[in-house]
């Protein structure tokens, strides 16, 4: 079916009957920096953040691997000391460093490597992101801004950031947990995204609107989401991932479950056409992989 020219993404992905797993950004390392000016289209690059401030975050970045900028504010703010994170979305152990600083120069002096090495700046604090830039994608500002105005009034509020940029605008709004990088998506209320949340601090995944953990690839995010549905387990921790084999189009991924130790074994095919979407708005349509279910046994 022809896509017309002003579909909006999310209409292009629904229609389509898209499926959201194995969606996720592939990212181990997030930092996330506060700025509280205008967000362009390509806010880190336009922002009016110091440039030598700018060039070091860009080094630093390189210096993590799958590793990834956001910049993040609230409407209302009440304190004067700007905000910096640094998220390692690690599978077995997920941590949070916390920075205040006054001045984007005071992170001139920031070392990524020597930071994750040490337990300085730990916070036991839990994050939530969702992305609500308008000028990137229109359903990420169309979505995306009322969740977050909920989510911001209600008891996750200090808790709760926007975001530039998380990926998968057609999913808006997109929603990220930290540290673990549980990334969901379709969300279309705060209600719903506060019971994420709630879910989330008692760790466990919701199903329902995952897309994945972003410390797993793509096909492992799909496996991951099988497993937990054809299992009803929804413990983060419960499964941790051991191997992922290619044969053809078809991918064999080991889990092993912690409680006893047995081998979880999903099989998956990809269908790299089996959909034509938009994937932001206003591109042309283009095909879109999607991963299927072939075999789950348990050993």
Known sequence: MPIKDKTLCFESSLNSNEEMYGTAPRVDVWFMLEYRGH???SAFKD????KAVK??????????????????????NPENDLKFYVALSDENSPRLYKFKFSNYEDLLSLKIKKILK?????????????CTNGEYDTCCGKFGMPVYLDLAKGRYGPQTWEANHIGGH??????????????YGRIREGKVAEGLIKQYERGEVNISSYRGRSCHSGEVQAAEYHLRKETGITEISEFIFKSSKKSDKKRNIKFLAQSDETMHKVKLRQDKKSIKIIKSCGDKSSFIPQFRLLDYKKS
Not at 47 to 50: A, G, H, L, R, T
Not at 170 to 183: D, I, K
Request: aromatic share 8%.
């Open 170 to 183: 057609r999913f808006a709004s997109t929603f990220v947990c930290l540290p673990h990088g549980l990334v």
């Open 55 to 76: 060039s070091h975050l860009n080094k630093e970045l390189k210096t993590a691997k799958n590793s990834r900028l956001q910049l993040i504010k609230k409407q209302k």
């Open 47 to 50: 922002s009016k953040i110091p």
């Open 39 to 41: 967000w362009s289209g």
């Open 118 to 130: 040490s337990d300085k700046h730990l916070t036991q604090e839990k994050i939530y992101m969702i």
